[in-house]
């Protein structure tokens, strides 16, 4: 079982940073894929980063490719998604999630837990 809490969210003007951290518990945590994902009001969830258990390897989409960054302590038990020149459509509620596998690690269907998620939002 991996508890998960993210915090870091808020106001932020367009073109401004912000970090987000998401808490894990568990004894299993640092063997996890961690996964961030974002879900605009009306709009469907999307993949945002993905960091594998060692760190060795990242995946972004498209959409934040070169703006975001993910990055994990695993002796804090820690995941962080740091955002850099944010967009008003970087607007969404920010989850972290745990995955047992990289493989599908852009794919929410594959991630086992769930953060209760973080409100950013990118005001003009």
């Known amino acids: 079982q991996v508890q998960l809490v993210e915090s870091g969210g808020g106001l932020v003007q367009a073109g401004g940073s912000l970090r987000l951290s998401c808490a894990a518990s568990g004894r299993t945590y640092s063997r996890h894929t961690m996964g961030w994902f974002r879900q605009a009001p009306g709009k469907e969830r999307e993949f945002v980063a993905a960091?594998?258990?060692?760190?060795?390897?990242?995946l972004y989409a498209d959409s934040v490719k070169g703006r975001f960054t993910i990055s994990r302590d695993n002796a804090k038990n820690t995941v962080y998604l740091q955002m850099n020149s944010l967009k008003l459509e970087d607007t969404a509620v920010y989850s972290c999630?745990?995955?047992?596998?990289?493989?599908?690690?852009?794919?929410?269907?594959?991630?086992?837990?769930w953060g209760q998620g973080t409100q950013v939002t990118v005001s003009s």
């Open positions: 999630a745990a995955h047992s596998s990289w493989a599908g690690a852009s794919t929410a269907a594959g991630y086992e837990y």
């Open positions: 960091i594998r258990w060692s760190g060795g390897s990242t």
